[in-house]
């Protein structure tokens, strides 16, 4: 069975930019999870999103928001750019999202603000 | 505010023998902990779990610890491998989302062979 997917690996955008980010889940899963890492903040939870309804929300700025469409895939999109939004983005999938089906994360997509 | 700790940035143990590694946490409504394993460049990798009803669960090699009056979790595995060389993040969930973890920093683990 394949892995979460997420592209593209890598990224570089400019302040005031905007960047959409996808995410295919494991096929069957239907609650998508987004997280952003960075050095000084480790894993912060963005949010989650079940048949396409965001479930759970972080505490993010609005900038910051996503989707998740009828075959569970998803995208993140964060606006106007601030150089503190350079992260690996790391979107996790599950069967459910409830604590008995634990997180599969993708490899995540790596984000530079200049 | 971080409500889950690693105070160990790294560790180092020797192939063969135990590793231990240490998770503390101040939210007493974490009712929910994992371990997940990361190597460069990938993402994180579920290894065990267990539930604050428990102080114990083993997966092979695997074994977590958990002390609710304390706010202390560890992660054992017994033997170490060079394989086992990894960044690892103790988790924790509370109320019924499993998706929504609060990660600690991590602890980088070398096994040298």
């Known amino acids: 069975k394949a892995g979460v997917t997420q592209t593209p690996r890598y990224l570089i955008k400019t302040r005031g930019q905007q960047v959409t980010l996808s995410c295919s889940p494991i096929s069957g899963h239907r609650s998508v999870s987004w997280y952003q890492q960075t050095p000084g903040q480790g894993l912060q939870f963005l949010f989650e999103y079940f048949s396409e309804t965001q479930r759970n929300k972080g505490n993010f700025p609005g900038r910051f928001s996503g989707r998740q469409f009828s075959n569970s895939r998803s995208e993140m999109n964060v606006s106007t750019l601030e150089l503190g939004d350079s992260a690996l983005y790391l979107c996790a999938s599950s069967l459910s999202g409830q604590k008995s089906s634990p997180l599969h994360f993708g490899n995540g997509t790596r984000l530079t603000v200049t | ?113």
């Open chain 2, 1 to 113: 505010d971080q409500q889950v700790k690693q105070n160990s940035p790294s560790l180092s143990v020797q192939e063969g023998r135990i590793s231990i590694l240490n998770c503390d946490y101040t939210n007493s409504m974490f009712d929910y902990f994992l371990w997940y394993k990361k190597y460069p460049a990938e993402g994180p990798t579920f290894l065990i779990s267990i539930s604050s009803i428990k102080d114990k669960n083993e997966d092979g090699r695997f074994t977590v610890f958990l002390n609710k009056s304390a706010k202390h979790l560890s992660l054992h595995i017994v033997p170490s491998q060079p394989g086992d060389s990894a960044v690892y993040f103790c988790a924790a969930s509370a109320g019924t989302s499993g998706s929504r973890l609060t990660f600690g920093e991590g602890t980088q683990l070398t096994v040298n062979p």
